[in-house]
């Protein structure tokens, strides 16, 4: 006690031996800015500088962002307030977009002031301009796959107060100059860029060789699928090409795309691989978005530290609530119709077995043996019924079925009722549901796995979690090397590429150069990429969003037929629920069914309009700078 009062009484003097006039006030140099000229006066106050450019890059569907995950009838969203994701009948032009030219004014400082910096060694200047141009290219790219061609601005523009504006006024570069941009920076930044061979989370959370050929493939990918499937789309184009590639160039993009994936693939510019670490595989894949110690498959992520302070509560969030820290969680409960996707390990695709030929249903011992013989990424990124989160079982059931068919439930989470011709009470509703409106249970029957944090406290809101967000991740680069090989006419190699992913899955029968098709490229990438940020601008640039998502209501039929085409009707969520069968003195009394429901308040029809391929443009932004073209069918 004495020490702080001695610390008291010096911070006393000390301020009083400050005092200054009040003339001199304003003149007292603030001390928590620093001078742009210490600012880049050594690697450490770069650095930070740096970091918070790193912390403003954007993406979409992330650990930080869970209500988008739960669009597109891929998920339900179980929290009142996103209702509307499933009861609305169509997306507004100005969703997904970005335009955040003060960030990109930032990056051109960055770069400006580190150039004419004379206290860093170059070869720190030269890692620095690099990682900087690497995030300005990035952001360009998460522009133009929102909005196509954009003003392509590449040093920092000022304002004179003259009242003139037109120098400040830049057109909309076309989309394939966009592309060609990032392109270009990838390939001129990755020899300043250091190789990541340590794999971990420290390195990839910065840029490296590899982080620069990901985004090169990925974008080199984008614009070849644009120019090859826009000619089905004439209307998603606009006369002086800022919407919209010419058919003629998707060769070059998709082999430069293949170039640039195969750098990763080679081993030429760092140490990747595949996750491969469980015997278990839906723990092994589930694993790859929670190991941060040495994990090869990451090759750009956002990281989080508990230490620094910079988390995230995605696993409170999402988390299965009952028994969870905080009694919190159950958001995104992704639909039947995405489960029914993965395919059965002979490579064929089904849906859940639920019922026999007879339509008489099928009864089951254990509640998981429905799911089971699957692609192993299902329960990897899926919480099945019957399964465990955090060393407690997940208690997923609506209630009981009788014998007469009829259901005897209840409207609160575990709630006890009597049974009929029963005396004493039981519980007739699962902890976690099931139920029919009741926000934060498991109302598709399923809850999301994959980001979820199985460390203690993780769920919490005063812990919360650490878990990074994966940016460009190695089974993605396979798997774009096989779109791009297939797109070429080289569907021996893109079978090479893709089988490895599958066979990571538990998929060991390998698929045949002969079986890769669009719809095999458009499936593998829903099973092994989900929510993950791909499946919205993968259906815009393959031109299909219109056809998944066409606003036309689904049957129950409907939804367990074509599973696997790439084309096939997605636009509302539907629910799988489990029931426990009740006919004492029957064999299959305490058996489990299950019955396809559409939950209640899944009213609207995903409806993906003509003029969402592209995001809207402000009216605002628009009146400043009459250069900027409008949108297509908007």
């Known amino acids: 006690m004495k020490n702080i009062y001695k610390l008291l009484l010096a911070a006393t003097v000390l301020s009083m031996g400050g005092c200054k006039k009040d003339s001199e006030f304003l003149n007292v140099e603030p001390t928590s800015i620093i001078t742009t000229d210490l600012a880049f006066s050594n690697p450490a106050n770069v650095l930070s500088v740096l970091g918070d450019l790193y912390n403003r890059q954007v993406d979409f569907s992330t650990v930080k962002d869970w209500y988008s ?64 141009r690497f995030l300005r290219a990035n952001y360009y790219f998460e522009m133009t796959k929102r909005l196509g061609g954009v003003p392509l601005i590449l ?6 107060f003259s009242g003139k504006t037109d120098d400040l006024q830049y057109a909309r570069s076309k989309e394939s100059e966009m592309y060609d941009f990032v392109i270009r920076e990838a390939e001129e930044i990755k020899g300043d860029l250091p ?17 620069a050929m990901a985004m090169q493939a990925r974008a080199a990918l984008y614009a070849g699928s644009i120019a090859k499937y826009g000619a089905s789309t004439p209307q998603v184009s606009l006369p002086g090409g800022e919407v919209g590639i010419p058919a003629n160039m998707a060769v070059a993009y998709y082999t430069k795309a293949l170039a640039a994936a195969k750098e990763i693939i080679s081993g030429t510019v760092g140490n990747y691989g595949l996750y491969q670490k469980k015997a278990d595989l839906a723990d092994n894949f589930s694993s790859i978005f929670i190991d941060k110690g040495n ?8 990281d989080f530290k508990l230490k620094s302070g910079k988390v995230h509560y995605f696993t409170g969030w999402n988390q299965p609530r009952y028994g969870a820290e905080e009694e919190e969680g159950g958001r995104i409960n992704p639909s039947l119709n995405f489960v029914e996707s993965f395919e059965k390990l002979d490579n064929s695709f089904a849906p859940i077995p639920i019922t026999d030929g ?10 998981v043996d429905p799911f089971a013989g699957r692609d192993a990424r299902l329960a990897g990124t899926v919480m099945l019924p019957g399964t465990s989160f955090k060393g407690r079982p997940v208690d997923i059931w609506n209630g009981y079925l009788l014998a007469d068919g009829s259901v005897f439930s209840g409207d609160d989470r575990g709630q006890q009722k009597v049974l009929p011709g029963t005396t004493g009470l039981r519980q007739v509703v699962g902890f976690d549901g099931p139920i029919n409106a009741k926000e934060f249970t498991a109302q598709s029957g399923f809850y999301l796995r994959k980001y979820l944090d199985p460390a203690i406290g993780s769920g919490s809101r005063g812990t919360n979690s650490e878990l990074p967000f994966i940016r460009y991740r190695y089974a993605e680069v396979l798997l774009n090397a096989a779109e791009a090989a ?28 002969g079986e890769i098709t669009f719809d095999r490229i458009v499936h593998e990438r829903r099973a092994e990429l989900a929510f993950e940020g791909h499946v919205l601008f993968d259906h815009k640039r393959w031109r299909i969003a219109h056809q998944v998502w066409d606003g036309n ?53 995903n409806n993906f309009q003509f003029g969402n ?22």
Do not use: C, H
């Open 195 to 211: 190789t990541d061979g340590k794999a971990n989370a420290t390195d990839a959370a910065r840029a490296t060789k590899g982080a």
């Open 155 to 160: 040093t920092p523009l000022s304002y004179d």
């Open 486 to 513: 297939f797109e070429l006419g080289m569907s021996a190699d893109a079978a090479g590429y893709m089988n490895q992913v599958r066979a990571r899955a538990g998929l060991t029968t390998p698929l045949t150069p």
């Open 295 to 302: 994990n090869p498959e990451a090759i750009f992520i956002e």
């Open 69 to 132: 995950m739960a669009d597109f009838s891929e998920s339900f969203p179980s929290e009142n307030g996103r209702a509307f994701l499933v009861q609305r009948n169509g997306w507004g032009y100005g969703e997904w977009g970005t335009w955040d030219y003060g960030y990109i004014r930032q990056l051109n400082l960055f770069l400006e002031r580190l150039e004419i910096s004379t206290s860093l060694t170059a070869p720190d200047k030269a890692k620095f301009k690099a990682e900087g």
């Open 553 to 605: 209501k689904m049957s129950p039929a409907e939804l367990v037929t074509n599973i696997g085409k790439a084309t096939k009707r997605n636009t509302q969520p539907y629910a799988l629920w489990a029931y426990k069968y009740f006919n004492p003195g029957n064999a299959n009394d305490g058996k489990w069914v299950y019955r396809i429901v559409l939950p209640s308040l899944v009213t609207g029809a």
């Open 358 to 367: 007879s339509g008489n249903p099928i009864y089951y011992s254990s509640q």
């Open 613 to 634: 391929y592209y995001s809207a443009i402000g009216d605002d932004i628009r009146a400043n700078n009459p250069k900027i073209v409008r949108q297509p069918n908007q």
